[in-house]
């Protein structure tokens, strides 16, 4: 394993939020100092000095089919292509709810979903939808992970509950053998084992949901 830091690298930034892999097998980074890109021998990097990034703190990353990078800051979204062209969208022109964005993910048919501090969105490349409705997510808990799993299904989780979006309605998750509250840090889909998600919580307890059957298990 190599470890990559500023004393034999050129990162642009210890303060990693996001990472990706594009495919090129580029590794994309969000950092609090811009874009980096690693392409095995050397890094790239992007800010608001010398690019069309939008924010230098770049909360989330996700990269799509055609090799473009989605960029989410506090300063809305950026479609970077990867060579030079940039495009932001923010909520002037977009209808989004907020321009502060936590998480992005792309799904099976390619629709970039966007969580930003007051709502969830998504892009299909010409449209922009906001996901409207009760959505249960209490605004007062910080959002800390976002993902959208391999049958299209939007899971979010705060520093108290974990929340999934089936299409039509939003819900929070029922786990089970849970108790109490827990701080969902991170949540990660399974594709192969079909809606197995992995939620990773501060005090280090990891649960499975979902699968065959549909269960929680905590590892």
């Given at each position: 394993m190599t470890i990559y830091d500023?004393?034999?690298s050129d990162i642009p930034n210890l303060i990693i939020n996001d990472i990706a892999v594009n495919n090129n097998g580029n590794v994309v980074i969000g950092t609090n100092f811009g874009l980096g890109i690693f392409n095995g021998d050397t890094w790239s990097?992007?800010?608001?000095?010398?690019?069309?990034?939008?924010?230098?703190?770049v909360k989330s990353v996700a990269t799509d089919s055609q090799g473009n990078i989605?960029?989410?800051?506090?300063?809305?979204?950026?479609?970077?292509d990867g060579e030079e062209t940039w495009t932001v969208y923010k909520k002037a022109d977009t209808g989004l709810a907020s321009d502060d964005v936590f998480g992005l993910d792309i799904d099976e048919q390619g629709n970039v979903w966007i969580c930003t501090a007051d709502g969830v969105a998504q892009y299909d490349g010409t449209a922009w939808k906001v996901i409207t409705g009760d959505t249960a997510i209490p605004s007062e808990h910080e959002i800390l992970s976002f993902e959208v799993d391999s049958e299209s299904n939007v899971w979010v989780g705060n520093d108290n509950c974990l929340f999934h979006y089936n299409?039509?309605?939003?819900?929070?998750?029922?786990?089970?053998?849970?108790?109490?509250?827990d701080t969902w840090s991170r949540v990660a889909d399974f594709p192969d084992a079909r809606a197995f998600l992995r939620a990773v919580t501060v005090n280090g307890k990891i649960y499975f949901i979902g699968g065959r059957p549909s269960s929680t298990v905590q590892m």
């Open positions: 500023k004393s034999n990097k992007y800010n608001k000095f010398n690019s069309g990034n939008p924010n230098n703190i989605w960029v989410g800051t506090s300063s809305g979204i950026a479609q970077f299409g039509a309605a939003w819900k929070e998750q029922e786990t089970g053998i849970l108790t109490g509250r």
